[in-house]
């Protein structure tokens, strides 16, 4: 193991991400599982990249038939992007029905950003103070995992992100209100600054803020501001989408509210980098007049056999009322754990969590962290996420059984009732 950090050091550069203190070298996966180099076996509880299990055959088969055949961009015709379009696009509504494909979330993002530049003629966009949307230079200016050199620029503003434990406003009623006055007031300050407002961009389960127990409607005041203050909303399906929320297909569908952008990234073929952005189609013209946009790699043969493959894999499954199912029964286990720091159980389908906090009601964040690594000392690997990283964080993929959830709250059982908090 120390031979292979060292050698990553030396090619990769320092400070490249690992999960874990003692990183896992994973060599194979299969459905919910995978395997590192010494033989052991890992529930995987974390990863929602390979949506319908890890090395799903049907997409696998897909992968290879394709690229034995035909692999090449979009500047050639092929019918297999337009395939994939006529599938995904019927699954939206709102007159969500042109599609850019990409390689990554990020890229998505940032088309996401300068459509609504298009559409406005405006430059100013507003985020939470705790999300993430990308790696791009435009997107990671609304990301808050590390400010950007020289600071947040002038033309963004971050507004609090809600959160049910310690609710925006002071309280879980006034919260939508208090949340959609702070996001008034960003525009307000965007136009004074002279960069008006072009749009808001936004998670609809705000997973990466912790994924608080909201409700339907909750963005209802925020849209009624957006709306007269005529800016687009931008929304970011990369971890809800494609079924995981177990209700809906998409997480806008379950907050109830019409976006102008979506975008869709790590599910959508399963491990394949493949992404996407949707639109209406006045939108999309504004876009394509504006930028000579292109892709070389987005809607590929091969990513769009995977991304097909994928949706075929979901429906035939029926994944989505196996994550409600799931979902349902892992959070009611979770709800029946008791321990003297648990704060909340929390979770939408197979989005699911423990929030922690110590006795003076501060974050229990060192104390997350450990419960993270005995877990996966205990072979489960999940994560933890949130303003101050004291939530657990459970995204399993999608063929995720109660059988694997009893197992999962089991170790989670004894893992809590073993590590030291105090």
């Not at 919910?32 to 529930?43: E, M, S």
């Not at 609504?116 to 507003?126: E, L, N, Y």
């Not at 590929?300 to 196996?322: F, G, H, M, Q, Y």
């Not at 999608?398 to 073993?418: C, E, G, Q, R």
Request: net charge negative.
């Amino acid at each position: 193991m120390s031979d292979l950090l060292t050698r990553r050091t030396r090619l990769l550069g320092p400070n490249v991400p690992t999960f874990y203190d003692t990183p896992v070298h994973i060599v194979k996966g299969e459905g919910v599982w995978l395997w590192d180099a010494d033989g052991r076996k890992y529930l995987d509880c974390y990863n929602n990249v390979p949506h319908v299990g890890h090395c799903h055959p049907k997409v696998v088969d897909a992968i290879a038939r394709q690229a034995t055949t035909l692999n090449t961009h979009t500047r050639y015709l092929h019918e297999g992007i337009l395939d994939y379009a006529e599938r995904l696009t019927a699954k939206f509504s709102h007159d969500l029905s042109q599609m850019i494909m990409v390689c990554t979330g990020s890229e998505a993002n940032d088309i996401a950003l300068r459509i609504a530049q298009a559409v406005t003629g405006k430059t100013g966009f507003i985020a939470t103070d705790n999300t993430y949307h990308g790696n791009t230079t435009a997107v990671s200016q609304l990301s808050t995992r590390r400010p950007p050199i020289g600071g947040y620029p002038d033309h963004i503003r971050l507004v609090p992100a809600p959160d049910t434990v310690r609710p925006v406003g002071g309280t879980h009623d006034g919260q939508a209100d208090a949340f959609a006055e702070n996001v008034a007031h960003a525009i307000r300050e965007l136009e004074v600054a002279g960069h008006g407002f072009a749009g808001l961009m936004l998670c609809p389960t705000f997973a990466n803020e912790g994924f608080p127990a909201l409700s339907p409607g909750f963005l209802d005041p925020t849209v009624k501001v957006i709306r007269q203050a005529g800016g687009l909303i931008l929304c970011d399906e990369v971890q809800p989408g494609f079924g995981r929320i177990g209700t809906h297909w998409w997480g806008h569908e379950w907050l109830g509210f019409a976006p102008d952008v979506v975008t869709l990234g790590k599910p959508m073929a399963n491990g394949h980098p493949c992404a996407a952005l949707i639109t209406r189609p006045d939108l999309m013209k504004t876009f394509r007049d504006a930028f000579g946009y292109f892709n070389t790699f987005g809607g590929n043969p091969v990513s769009c056999a995977a991304a097909l493959a994928t949706l075929d894999v979901v429906e035939e499954e029926d994944l989505i009322t196996k994550a409600r199912n799931v979902g349902e029964y892992a959070l009611e286990r979770l709800h029946s754990i008791s321990h003297p720091l648990k704060a909340e159980a929390r979770g939408l389908g197979l989005f699911f969590g423990l929030e922690f906090v110590n006795d003076d009601g501060t974050p229990a964040t060192d104390f997350t962290a450990r419960v993270v690594e005995a877990m996966r000392e205990n072979d489960v690997l999940l994560n933890r996420i949130g303003r101050h990283m004291n939530t657990l964080k459970m995204r399993p993929p999608m063929p995720f059984s109660k059988d694997n959830a009893d197992l999962a709250m089991d170790i989670l059982d004894h893992v809590l009732a073993t590590t030291p908090y105090d």
